[in-house]
């Protein structure tokens, strides 16, 4: 009797935990969350670059295409170090990832146009996987306190 009482404990308390880091997690805005996933430090560094530190941190919702470094480092040499000394261009690039509402991968459709935050639409494909323009969504519905976010393997560029 004693024993299933303590295991019966320790799984309520193992699944306590766990939902108790789910809503942890989401209690943390969207540069946070970036900032803590590790992978994200280029688009953090150009965030603060183009002055969107704030904006993003503000109340929302947004939804963020946020491409990983490995995305960044993927652009033609010097495109990164061109953006930083343009914060204007930087800008509209950036804000070219972000879409004013909390856009969950359920609320998805194929062929779907979404306003982004730049004025420029983005297509989003569904099909054997996700994609935004020519990106590939590699994690979606990353849950912030303000909005979501939703990982992409390209960084998008918009129209000229």
Request: proline content about 4%.
């Amino acid at each position: 009797m004693l024993r299933r009482t303590f295991m019966t404990t320790a799984a309520l308390m193992t699944l306590g935990t766990g939902a108790f880091a789910a809503a942890h997690a989401a209690e943390k805005d969207i540069v946070d969350t970036a900032v803590e996933a590790g992978n994200f430090t280029t688009l953090v560094a150009a965030v603060e670059a183009a002055g969107l530190v704030e904006t993003l941190k503000g109340e929302g919702p947004f939804t963020v295409f946020a491409p990983t470094d490995e995305a960044f480092a993927a652009l033609p040499e010097g495109t990164v170090e061109g953006l930083l000394a343009d914060p204007e261009a930087l800008a509209a690039v950036l804000t070219y990832h972000v879409v004013p509402g909390a856009v969950m991968s359920t609320d998805l459709t194929d062929g779907m146009n979404a306003a982004t935050v730049n004025g420029a639409d983005v297509t989003i494909t569904v099909g054997d996987s996700v994609m935004v323009n020519d990106a590939t969504v590699t994690t979606a519905d990353i849950a912030a306190s303000n909005g979501v976010i939703h990982v992409i393997d390209t960084v998008i560029l918009p129209p000229m």
